[in-house]
């Protein structure tokens, strides 16, 4: 388990999280790079949770990836929670459309913080039209948005709160189950 209580930067090198492995960010993980240089996330399993409150930089986006980053995710859960930032519909999360994306398994969960004190707010995700596995909305009350399409391999899941799709394509190969709004 490692707990990180700010932003969490990854320039040149990567983050690996393995199965029954937990990472806590506090605010925002950024996946960045440069030409040549390239940060880099591999999830074979586990969980990492991002929490996002605004706690950490000004201007803090949640899960942000760069042009030069590369995601690979075979299994595991994303918990993408909080969002108590005074700017209306702040990203939860943000990627950059020229980052390299390989999603073959997993769950992305949009959900409520729980700790005392937390405000949760609606957001936004862009996934920058990239292909995701599973994805959840958990956050009763609130309306979450997209800011770009999405492909979803496996299944969508609402069971409480609102998805708002701006307009933008959802496209998915499994079932999609609504238990909240969209």
């Known amino acids: 388990t490692a707990n990180q209580f700010n932003d969490i930067k990854i320039n040149d090198g990567t983050l690996n999280i393995d199965p ?40 803090s986006l949640g899960f942000d990836t760069f042009a030069n980053s590369i995601l690979n995710i075979s299994s595991g ?14 990203a939860i999360l943000d990627w950059n459309a020229s980052s390299t994306v390989n999603i073959t398994g997993g769950t992305f969960h949009l959900a409520l913080e729980q700790s005392a004190g937390t405000t949760n ?30 492909i979803i391999n496996g299944n969508i899941t609402i069971s409480a709160g609102t998805l708002n799709a701006h307009g933008y394509n959802i496209t998915t190969a499994g079932n999609w189950t609504n238990n909240g709004s969209f």
Do not use: H, P
Request: aromatic share 10%; net charge neutral; proline share 0%.
């Open 77 to 90: 859960d994303i918990y993408l929670c909080g969002r108590d930032q005074s700017a209306s519909n702040s």
């Open 121 to 150: 707010k609606s957001g936004r995700c862009d996934f920058a039209g990239k292909t995701i596995y599973n994805f959840e909305i958990n956050r009763s009350g609130l309306i979450d948005s997209l800011f770009s399409n999405i």
């Open 20 to 59: 029954g492995s937990k990472v806590f960010i506090m605010d925002d993980l950024q996946i960045t790079g440069t030409a040549g240089v390239k940060g880099k996330l591999t999830m074979t399993g586990g969980e990492l949770w991002i929490k996002y409150y605004g706690d950490g930089s000004t201007g």
